[in-house]
């Protein structure tokens, strides 16, 4: 049930009634295509990725294709966005793990601390059949389309000053964490203590120590000062995941062929380039990181595996709510 309590979500709603005839297929000659894309990663590779996306598209159709990109979750949060979605009242999105969390829980594994080995264990898993499955699952149950993706960079551990090398170092810690259960029941095994909050919450959170620390890839913690009120980031490289390019299928289909395949195409040349660009951005931010004073800590191999070990039980403690089979699917795809 889509849930119209605030303003924003009403005003949306009255917005998807009036563009209803937005949705209907085209016939005859070519016509004009609007898109409104919501994500919340002003800053990000995926942000430039889907800012170039939508001038490409403006370029290769003489302006007929306008794709107006809301980088900081104008139109809501990620949950609000799948339900809007659903409707056809937001076109198009950027999103992470949530979606799989909030549609598709079964495959909740893929959110799993320490799991993935290498960027390329995580494509052979994302390109391949449990992919699919995952793509066909949204569309069943949400009518959201992934017609994208790149890697997210690494996640990691920033604290107020509190060096983190092991996992008792977390005892106790309030970290901030993203409503996904395989990563709080994670920092919970570790010994910290997750805090589910929404992101506008966290700085001044951390600023008046409600938190003692969070967790996010270097260019979320650097690009939205988190920085500032945090002085130590442990390069646990806990997560590894990628980010989707979503469309709502009902705008999907809406599109005549011809221009169906030209948004494809410009989201599979937006995708590509940000893949080639996020793990070096991701580098070139320690040492931005370490230029503006804080500490930056690198796990030796055995102090990482001790974090690893220490989130083992996970599989057991997830049973019969993860997809029989995928965890150790995964883990041999990385073999």
Known sequence: MINFSNWRMRGLAVAMFAGCAALVPATGSA??????????????????????????LGDQSEGRIDIKVHSRGEMGGERDMFDLMQVGAIEMGVTGSVIVSAV??????????????????????MDGPIGDDLKQTLIERKGIRIIGRMD????????????VRTPSDLSGLKIRMREIPA????????????VPMAF???YTALQTGVLDAQENPLDII???SLHEVQETITLTGHVR??????????WWQSLGDADRALVQEAADQAMNWGQTRVYQADADLVETARAEGLTIIELTP??????????????????GKWKDGLYQQIVEAGQ
């Open 31 to 56: 016509q004009n295509v609007t898109a409104n894309l919501n994500h919340q990663m002003t800053g990000t590779v995926i942000d430039e990725a889907v800012q170039r996306m939508a001038a490409d």
């Open 104 to 125: 598709a829980p079964e495959y909740g594994v893929l959110d799993a601390p320490y799991l993935f080995n290498s960027p390329e264990h995580l494509a052979r898993v």
């Open 152 to 163: 997210r960079a690494p996640r990691h551990l920033s604290t107020g000053g509190k060096e």
């Open 183 to 194: 990563q709080i029941e994670a920092f919970r095994e570790l010994g910290a203590s997750p």
């Open 200 to 202: 506008g919450e966290v």
């Open 222 to 224: 650097m690009g939205t």
């Open 241 to 250: 995941e990628v980010q989707y390019l979503v469309v709502s299928d009902l």
């Open 302 to 319: 055995e102090q990482r595996a001790s974090f690893s070990a220490g989130v083992a039980d996970l599989p057991q403690r997830f049973a």
